[in-house]
């Protein structure tokens, strides 16, 4: 099943509101308890994001602004958490965060340049 490009933004959109939604509950309430796996969450709620937000473009330059922006929301929510009662900022958070996106983007863009290359190679025989 292939989604449409509106379903795509919207599938990205409502999973982005999500992270912000879990990353702004006051401590205490929050419906997931915290872990020693906390960074791995982090990282793999940024890694999925920057994995539904890479398709939306067939521009690698487009791609490259997508994964700064979605760092920079990473970054916003660290700062917007100061506001939360019990919540704090935590660079080691957005470090987490940081690299899920880097991870992402570098594994969808060598499976796209592979892709790529393979279809040259089919159209070549």
Known sequence: MT???W???SLLLI??????????VPAGSSPIPLSIWDKFQHFGAYFLL???????????RWRLIGAVLVIAYSGLLEVAQRLAPG???????????SLGVICAFAIMASVSLWLRHRGKQNKAK
């Not at 999973?15 to 702004?24: G, Q, T």
């Open 3 to 5: 989604l449409k490009r």
């Open 7 to 9: 379903q795509r933004v």
């Open 15 to 24: 999973y982005a509101a999500l992270i912000a939604a879990l990353s702004l």
């Open 50 to 60: 920057m994995a539904l937000a890479y398709p939306l473009t067939n521009s690698m």
């Open 87 to 97: 919540r704090v900022a935590s660079p080691q958070d957005l470090l987490a965060n």
